[in-house]
């Protein structure tokens, strides 16, 4: 046996593997946060924009809403005739979101809270609201901006 077979290969020092993974770490975390964007205005009347149907007026509760799952978007219709989407995305760790009742949008994985007025955390662990997503509302039609 010689003195060369009890050296260590070499490879990445464990510095540059914990510096790497706080790096991707910090990455998820920042990409979880959404964009901030607080806007509620999310609704425009009139004729269509060319977006995609969602759904008609009578297939959104009053105080509540419903999910879209394939378009990433949740609509709501806080009061009667006012009608908001937001990002079905949750902002804590980016769950879809799973409920809309009460005026209150749920997120199943940790339980946080949004309003269905304006997007806002109403129960945490998430800190930040739901991005507001454009919508336009034709006669019965929703359709996604």
């Known amino acids: 046996m010689t003195s060369a077979s009890l050296q260590p290969a070499a490879g990445p020092a464990r510095r540059t ?3 790497a993974a ?3 770490g910090l990455a ?3 990409t979880a946060c959404g964009s901030g964007d607080d806007s509620s205005e999310t609704v425009t009347t009139g004729s269509g924009s060319g977006g995609s149907a969602l759904a008609k007026t009578s297939d959104i509760p009053e105080g509540g809403g419903k999910i879209f799952k394939d378009q990433g978007v949740v609509v709501t219709q806080p009061s009667a005739g006012t009608y908001k989407a937001f990002s079905s995305k949750c902002t804590h ?3 879809a979101v799973g409920s809309v ?3 209150v949008i749920v997120c199943p994985c940790h339980n946080s809270q949004f309003s269905a007025e304006d997007g806002s955390v109403k129960k945490g662990p998430a800190t ?4 507001a997503a454009k ?3 034709s006669g019965d039609e929703i359709t996604l901006a």
């Open 135 to 137: 919508i336009t509302v």
């Open 17 to 19: 593997v914990m510096a």
């Open 101 to 103: 009742a009460d005026g």
């Open 93 to 95: 760790q980016g769950c």
């Open 128 to 131: 930040q609201p739901l991005a």
């Open 28 to 30: 998820a975390a920042l």
């Open 22 to 24: 706080g790096a991707a």
